[in-house]
């Protein structure tokens, strides 16, 4: 086989991305950004292309590649076991295992490894490491990972091993778009995990997963001259991106781990070491392996890199609910890369159990390698600097304490931070879901008296020409707000009580507190808080929020004026399903199927069940795809004899 001219590729990826571009232009946008003419053009271009070089790149236009939703991952048993690298967190250590051998050294990506079989050219299938003995089949997935070519030239069976990631900025963009914080995925790993492993793989192509080979396993009469680096070179010949990597040498590896150890801060994909592997691929395999490892490879761990620093101050950020959380100022350091100036605190009791004062010394790191935290005071004056007034309005703020917590709090209920935060949870996408309108938005639309109550909102059309004339806006944009504003209007009563931002109640509460009411929104505003507290899962706290709220006759008054806007939708819950209906689940750990949380407590709620916070001799569920950890939840369900399920399981409950 002929070797792909490599300049007949690069133009391939330049098609593939312009005439993407100008098909989304073109159907989602009703933009053309360029004529039919020159699109077929350039489409045939790409085609000749493709039969000429016999590959295929991943997002080609000329292929379409559909999307299936399964009802569960088949499994597979690996052909050799994936074993784990063993590690060494010592730059010298690593020098010495090569013992006098040349090794490749590269990025230990931190995502989910996948194996890749090629057939005939095609991807013919796709399985995830699993437990390393047994994985899942995900080859629909890998279709839709925004790099994986889906024709190559080799015509023999081709397997390889890679890993597939999210990068830092899709895994941010991706949190910012989910408005439940607690739903939000704790790092890129986990996200990437989720969007591998989904039955929907629609989902995973929204995800921007990318696949980085890192290993060939095989390829049928190929001759590699026993070189790891002809390995890599062949991979990248076939149309992989592969993972970056770099011939080394006794004399030459700590400067190339000083290379890596520089790099990461820029590197886009998430990374937590490194891997050396002999050059010599029979020598590496004549070396065989233990119970746990192979003798070929090992893994070199970044520490975490601590460093001390100077606490400038404590500046106190207040929420719409009135909570004043901590951040610890200090003099800026470099971490992992970056310069890092700030920590969250968390609350009253952690600022007072690190002894926090003003000008201690204290000691920072990266969680993750991604948010910056306070390791330990070392000087601990204990003279934390608790703020007396509300940076936000000037009024004097008040610890309280619960559960053994302490947090501070503005009891002023015009406070402006408030005032914002509350708009704010009002128009996001869990409650009104009102598109186009940020918190810098709002904050315009207050400072120009154009909405001081949530009910003014449905009446910004009065207000046209200076909204129109407002930096940012324009006519488009006005008219796409209106649009949004005019869709919110159509809503559940459950959603237009949690937007209000009563105090304790989410969105799963108030769905239970309006289904035991049965949307009646006259009989929830004659409630007792005795009646509230005996629907199951409210309790005592939650019925006293609610009542206390419209008690107050303003706040009574904001929510009648607000039924007079909206157009109530009935809720039709689905009785039908006796495993569900009823019963209540509690969710915790990483979610694989599903987009997140709140996507599978709609699922268990649409079908009568309840999803609680915290495991009760209530609960008769709890979903953890770990069953077997040793987690409090998971403790805490043992003692009560709540039986733990996967998330397939509950599938399978839900779907029965």
């Known amino acids: 086989m002929n070797r792909p001219d490599e300049l007949k590729i690069e133009r391939m990826k330049e098609l593939v991305a312009v005439l993407k571009d100008a098909s989304r232009a073109y159907y989602q946008e009703a933009d053309e950004i360029m004529s039919n003419f020159e699109y077929d053009k350039l489409y045939d271009e790409l085609l000749r292309l493709e039969k000429e070089t016999g590959m295929v790149l991943a997002g080609s236009v000329t292929q379409k590649v559909g999307y299936e939703i399964l009802s569960e991952l088949p499994k597979e048993q690996h052909a050799s076991p994936m074993l784990s690298l063993d590690k060494t967190k010592s730059r010298e250590e690593l020098r010495d295992w090569l013992n006098g051998h040349k090794g490749v050294m590269s990025w230990k990506l931190d995502g989910l490894t996948i194996v890749l079989t090629y057939r005939d050219g095609k991807l013919f299938k796709a399985v995830t490491r699993g437990n390393g003995e047994v994985g899942e089949v995900i080859t629909n997935n890998a279709r839709v990972f925004s790099n994986v070519p889906l024709s190559i030239p080799y ?254 709090h503005c009891m002023n209920p015009d406070c402006s931070a408030k005032k914002i935060k509350a708009f704010s949870l009002f128009v996001s996408r869990d409650a009104m879901n009102i598109d186009g309108i940020s918190e810098q938005t709002l904050e315009k639309f207050i400072a120009h008296g154009l909405i001081h109550e949530f009910a003014d909102l449905f009446h910004l059309n009065d207000h046209k020409e200076e909204i129109c004339a407002m930096e940012g806006f324009g006519r488009q944009s006005y008219d796409n707000l209106m649009e949004s504003v005019e869709r919110s209007k159509d809503v559940t009563l459950a959603k237009l009580i949690y937007s209000i931002g009563i105090a304790n109640i989410g969105l799963s509460n108030a769905k239970m507190i309006c289904r035991a009411y049965h949307d009646d929104p006259e009989e929830l505003l004659k409630a007792k808080a005795e009646e509230l507290s005996m629907i199951d899962g409210v309790g005592d706290v939650i019925a006293k929020s609610f009542v206390d709220y419209f008690a107050v006759s303003s706040n009574r008054e904001q929510f009648e004026k607000l039924l007079k806007e909206v157009r109530l939708e009935k809720v039709i819950v689905d009785d039908s399903n006796t495993e569900v209906f009823g019963k209540t689940f509690v969710i915790t750990g990483a979610l694989v199927h599903y987009e997140n949380r709140n996507a599978l407590k709609e699922e268990i709620e649409n079908k009568g069940g309840k999803v609680a916070g915290s495991v009760s001799a209530k609960t008769d569920y709890l979903i953890n795809n770990d069953v077997t950890s040793n987690s409090s939840k998971n403790k805490k369900a043992k003692e009560l004899n709540v039986k733990i399920i996967s998330e397939e399981d509950a599938m399978r409950l839900l779907r029965s």
């Open 155 to 408: 015509q023999g069976e081709l397997i390889l091993r890679g890993e597939a990631v999210i990068s830092y900025r899709d895994f941010e963009a991706i949190n910012a778009s989910i408005e439940d914080v607690d739903a939000r995925y704790k790092n890129p790993r986990n996200l990437c995990s989720g969007s591998v492993r989904q039955l929907n793989n629609e989902i995973t192509a929204k995800r921007n997963v990318r696949f980085y080979a890192f290993s060939l396993v095989s390829a049928a009469d190929r001759d590699f001259h026993n070189s790891r680096m002809e390995q890599f070179a062949f991979l990248k010949e076939m149309g992989f991106e592969v993972v970056e990597h770099y011939l080394v040498d006794e004399d030459t590896i700590l400067d190339r781990i000083t290379y890596f150890a520089d790099a990461i801060g820029n590197n886009p994909i998430p990374s937590d070491g490194l891997v050396l592997i002999y050059e010599d691929i029979a020598y590496g395999r004549s070396l065989g392996r233990t119970a746990k490892f192979p003798r070929d490879a090992i893994a070199f761990k970044w520490a975490d890199e601590i460093r001390k620093t100077k606490l400038l101050e404590i500046e106190w950020s207040p929420s719409r609910t009135g909570l004043i959380n901590p951040v610890a100022i200090f003099e800026p350091v470099e971490l992992e890369g970056t310069t890092v100036s700030r920590a969250s605190v968390h609350n009253v009791s952690i600022v007072k159990a690190l002894k926090l004062g003003i000008g201690d010394t204290i000691t920072v790191y990266k969680a993750n390698m991604i948010i910056p935290q306070i390791a330990e005071n070392l000087t601990g004056s204990g003279n934390p600097p608790i703020a007396e007034y509300c940076p936000a309005c000037g009024e004097r703020t008040k610890i309280l304490s619960e559960n053994g917590v302490e947090t501070l």
